[in-house]
């Protein structure tokens, strides 16, 4: 079991690392670039589809066997079974090292098993190489939550907001911690 002291180190150390990652956008390709400008300025019907078609881009790792061991992850992890999901996640990870969506989905597959620490750190590698991940910065945000980072997790919160403005749960997420860091005005 993690101590809350060494937690405290892996949360900080993690946020860190993310916070350097988050401003960088260089590594994406222009139509992704695009994309996600779209998104921040789009309404909300619009950013529905421009939200599907980035989820499209950010799942082709450019090898079909790579996309197969993510279907199969995928399968795995929607059929519940959280071993095997991490069995095809883990292979992809280790065959495609900068495909940043396999490590995205195998930190999705170790929250469901609640392994923090190594949803953490498979977020870290994600953001790393996709640091406008909506997707894995709300897991981020969701496990600094659960873990006792209000703070932390508001700041990453807003941070997708400031990306992907049309996300509801985001939305209701930052009014919560709002009150739960800074007090509710009388």
């Not at 953490?120 to 997707?135: E, I, M, R, V, Y």
Request: aromatic share 8%.
């Amino acid at each position: 079991m993690t101590s809350s002291r060494n937690r405290h180190r892996i949360v900080t150390a993690f946020f860190v690392t993310v916070s350097f990652c988050l401003p960088f956008s260089g590594a994406f390709a222009a139509d992704e670039q695009t994309l996600l400008d779209d998104l921040a300025t789009a309404g909300p019907e619009q950013a529905a589809e421009i939200e599907d078609r980035l989820a499209r881009e950010w799942s082709k790792s450019g090898s079909a066997a790579m996309d197969l061991l993510l279907q199969r992850g995928r399968d795995a992890l929607e059929a519940g079974d959280l071993d095997a999901a991490i069995e095809h996640f883990t292979a992809l990870t280790d065959h495609a090292p900068d495909f940043a969506e396999g490590w995205n989905m195998r930190a999705t597959a170790f929250f469901q098993k609640e392994q923090m620490g190594l949803a953490l750190g498979d977020l870290t590698q994600a953001l790393s190489l996709n640091p406008n991940h909506f997707g894995a910065i709300i897991g981020l945000a969701v496990i600094l939550e659960q873990t006792g980072y209000p703070e932390d997790a508001l700041e990453a919160y807003r941070t997708v907001q400031s990306i992907h403005p049309h996300q509801e749960q985001v939305a209701t997420a930052i009014e919560r911690l709002e009150v739960e860091v800074g007090g509710q005005d009388i």
